[in-house]
């Protein structure tokens, strides 16, 4: 009967009822687009007060040395020789789970917490202390990345050859067979801001084993070489070996951890990456990322492929059509071309707003992302079929607006506004306060600032002090800025270093045995009501090299506990006052131990 009653109602009767569920279901909708609207707006200020609220208990009487945080003891077993190289996030072993389309099993999939691995990473049968800087950039130790597969198929490019107990890097590539310096030399020539401090960043996508970014060191060019965990070559940790500064990374769904104009240079050595599938989104990425005025580098198909094509097993016609598609692609982007001379080409991003103005039309592609579309968002965020228009109120941020390098280490960039709190004091009181804790930490750690330390990463950054106070030892710094803090990341690339964002509740992108230094400060008590303290160092013990160091800045409550889960992962640690005596903080100074994998005590 209530149906029938219902059906024979009049309409106007059902339309009054509607009527207010309607209303009230725009008036949530409503409320939802607000509440979400200030949530976003407020993020970040948010975290910073769960910070300082967590920074203030932790300093309290109740959190003091004496009512430390106390843990019992804990021991790690190892884990199978078949985890020697070892990479949770980009684990071959997981591959079969994820989508081939767009190679999205190369991306960051991080195992669920009840498949973390709760045990110690042992090194390769026969590991030995890497070689020191800068004769590691010549060689390494077989033993020590015992990849066949590249020896064999890349010797004939002289990219490494095996020589008695050691690889060697001749300095060869597919597409600078007969050196870098070469190759590097004529790129000069094309772009002369590489000579005189323009150009200060790049990013190696596709890397090989990072032989260009190793010569651009001696150029002043601070290079992230990126390319995918694969099973055969290893490029990512040939570079780190080496002692060049390198990432695990592709360009496939999402974008890459870094914020928008980071790069002053990207460059693409016959990198098979395929810039004009899928409406052009991979170059999307690297507009996004490179910052204006900044250059592209192609070399391999399709330039020169006058010359080149019956090496690349296709025909004149064929890469005719695919030069011209790329370069309509690129000027629908606002590259224009640079300079072009034999394997080498060369476009500019544009810093002219009035190009990106006329991509604004409902019918162009690609057009302009619009505001909804965070430029700096680059933590599991998909990639935007979109072009990022450079920010009107930024005017000294562009290649060429820039101070030259050095001098833009120590000057305060626009973005730094972009930061709560941020300004040009901000940073300087920042910089004079690392120089001053680095100059403590060389007292109690004295092989930093020798050839006993090259790859170091700061595990929390804030605007890169550490690092810019290190400047002039043979080092080089991965800053890391955490993806849930204030985002100061844009102010690492704009001084003029480099570095990435991540989330320490999971496994950074890099391979076991790559850093020689960890560095934090106050991670535990910014992180630890979202991180497990016990995976945090397990991690750092998975990429710290056997015989490497980490300094533990930290607050004396969690002291006792970092050091107890640090004993069970074979660790030698010590503490030190901070450089200001304080009994709030301390220090710990620790050194990993080089072991070898036994066969009677080892976990899968």
Not at 115 to 144: A, D, Q, T
Request: charged residues 25%; neutral net charge.
């Amino acid at each position: 009967m209530k149906q029938k009653d219902e059906k024979n109602q009049p309409q106007s009767d059902r339309a009054l009822k509607i009527i207010p569920v309607t209303l009230l279901v725009f008036a949530l909708c409503g409320l939802s687009f607000y509440l979400g609207g200030i949530f976003c707006s407020e993020k970040s200020l948010l975290e910073g007060k769960i910070v300082q609220e967590l920074s203030k208990a932790v300093s309290s009487p109740e959190y003091s040395a004496e009512n430390a945080l106390q843990i019992k003891p804990v021991t790690f077993s190892e884990c199978s020789i078949d985890y020697q190289d070892y990479t949770p996030c980009t684990d071959p072993r997981r591959w079969k789970k994820y989508g081939y389309r767009r190679l999205t099993f190369l991306e960051r999939h991080c195992p669920p917490l009840y498949e973390r691995k709760e045990c110690l990473v042992p090194p390769p049968v026969g590991y030995k202390p890497p070689i020191r800087w800068p004769k590691s950039r010549k060689e390494c130790w077989y033993r020590n990345v015992p990849y066949d597969w590249i020896n064999k198929q890349k010797s004939n490019q002289n990219w490494l050859k095996k020589k008695g107990e050691k690889f060697l890097f001749p300095g060869g590539g597919t597409m600078f067979p007969k050196g870098v310096g070469a190759y590097v030399n004529l790129m000069q020539d094309l772009i002369p801001e590489m000579r005189d401090g323009t150009v200060r960043t790049a990013i190696d996508t596709g890397c090989g084993v990072a032989s260009w970014g190793g010569d651009l060191l001696d150029r002043g060019i601070l290079t992230l070489s990126l390319a995918p965990r694969d099973n055969h070559e290893a490029q990512v940790q040939f570079a780190l070996e080496r002692g060049i500064p390198a990432i695990l990374g592709v360009i496939s769904t999402q974008r890459l951890p870094f914020p928008s104009s980071s790069f002053d240079m990207a460059h693409c050595s016959r990198c098979l990456i395929p810039w004009t599938e899928f409406g052009g989104i991979y170059l999307l990425e690297v507009h996004r990322i490179l910052r204006p005025g900044g250059f592209w580098v192609l070399s391999g198909p399709p330039i020169n492929y006058e010359h080149r094509y019956q090496g690349w097993n296709t025909t004149i016609e064929e890469q005719r059509a695919a030069l011209e598609k790329l370069q309509d692609l690129l000027t629908s982007m606002c590259f224009t071309v640079y300079a072009t001379q034999d394997d080498i080409a060369v476009w500019q991003k544009s810093s002219d707003i009035g190009c990106y103005e006329k991509l604004t039309g409902p019918d162009v592609y690609p057009a302009t992302c619009d505001d909804s579309i965070e430029q700096d968002a680059a933590w599991y965020t998909p990639l935007r079929p979109c072009v990022t228009s450079p920010r009107q109120k930024l005017k000294r941020s562009s290649v060429g607006s820039l101070p030259k390098w050095p001098q833009r280490l120590n000057i305060a960039p626009e973005r730094i506004s972009d930061v709560p709190g941020g300004s040009g004091n901000a940073l300087k009181r920042d910089d004079s306060n690392w120089k001053v804790r680095a100059q403590h930490y060389k007292k109690i750690l004295p092989a930093i600032g020798t050839d006993k330390i090259r790859n170091v990463m700061d595990m929390n950054t804030v605007y890169g002090g550490f690092a810019a106070a290190l400047i002039d030892d043979p080092l080089w710094v991965m800053n890391v800025v955490s993806s849930y803090s204030a985002n100061t990341l844009p102010v690492v690339f704009d001084r003029g270093l480099v570095g990435t964002y991540h989330d320490w509740c999971e496994a950074f992108s890099t391979y076991p045995r790559t850093y020689d230094l960890l560095h934090l400060d106050g991670l535990f008590t910014a992180e630890s009501h979202r991180c497990h303290m016990k995976y945090v160092l397990l991690e750092m013990d998975r990429i710290l090299r056997p015989e490497g160091h980490a300094l533990i800045r930290e607050s004396s409550y969690f002291m006792d506990a970092i050091e107890t889960i640090a004993k069970g992962m074979r660790w030698n640690c010590h503490k030190e006052d901070t450089e200001n005596s304080g009994e709030n903080e301390k220090i710990l100074v620790c050194q990993k131990t080089l072991w070898y994998a036994s066969s009677t005590n080892s976990t899968r």
